[in-house]
């Protein structure tokens, strides 16, 4: 299943411009700094498992992209634009 570009639209609004994404086969991967930290699939935020992330979102679920991929943490809490926000940085210096 593609995710909708609304719920993409949502994600970015409130954040810094330092945020990107490019399309990748009817999903969106998610940039900060020029650094790949997550994406949007089947309209889920996940971000890639680095220590701060797992520091941030000690009880997100683990769930795959799609099959056959790495699994990555779940952002259940996508409405706090602050916390998004400081997930993605700490992310980026991991990466």
């Known amino acids: ?3 909708d570009k609304g719920y993409l639209t949502f994600l970015l609004e409130g954040l810094s ?3 990107s994404w490019r399309p990748m086969m009817g999903e969106f991967i998610l940039y900060f700094r ?7 699939y089947d309209d889920r935020l996940l971000v890639k498992p680095t220590r701060s992330a797992l520091a941030l979102l000690p009880d997100a ?3 795959l992209p799609y099959p056959g991929a790495k699994e ?3 952002v259940e809490d996508v409405e706090n634009k602050g916390f998004l926000q400081a997930l993605l940085e700490a992310v ?3 990466v």
């Open 1 to 3: 299943m593609a995710s």
């Open 17 to 19: 411009e330092e945020v």
């Open 34 to 40: 020029g650094k790949v930290v997550g994406g949007v």
């Open 61 to 63: 679920p683990r769930e």
């Open 72 to 74: 990555m943490l779940l």
């Open 92 to 94: 980026s210096k991991e």
